[in-house]
Nanobody
Framework: QVQLVESGGGLVQAGGSLRLSCAAS????????MGWFRQAPGKEREFVAA????????YYADSVKGRFTISRDNALKTVYLQMNSLKPEDTAVYYC???????????????WGQGTQVTVSS
């Protein structure tokens, strides 16, 4: 069992940066791949980034590649999403999730956080 709590969301101007954090509870955090997803108003939830258990393998959605960076600290049981050069279209609720192996489809993630709002003003 893994419980996830996101933090770090907020309001930022276009071109700015935010770092999201996702703190996990449970002794098995290191065995899980972690992902970030987002859901904008009126849209379906979409994949943003994922990282395998060791942090070596990372996947990114094309829309965020080169701007966002996913990382993890297994000792702190925390996964991060560094978001730079933010755009208004990045506005969404951001969720972290845990899966047995690194994946990009939300149906393959077993545990989810409650989400954190990111708003990018133009």
């Amino acid at each position: 069992q893994v419980q996830l709590v996101e933090s770090g969301g907020g309001l930022v101007q276009a071109g700015g940066s935010l770092r999201l954090s996702c703190a996990a509870s449970g002794r098995t955090f290191i065995s899980y791949a972690m992902g970030w997803f987002r859901q904008a108003p009126g849209k379906e939830r979409e994949f943003v980034a994922a990282i395998n258990w060791s942090g070596i393998i990372k996947y990114y959605a094309d829309s965020v590649k080169g701007r966002f960076t996913i990382s993890r600290d297994n000792a702190l049981k925390t996964v991060y999403l560094q978001m730079n050069s933010l755009k208004p279209e990045d506005t969404a609720v951001y969720y972290c999730a845990a899966a047995p192996t690194i994946r990009t489809r939300e149906v393959e993630y077993d545990y989810w956080g409650q989400g954190t709002q990111v708003t990018v003003s133009s």
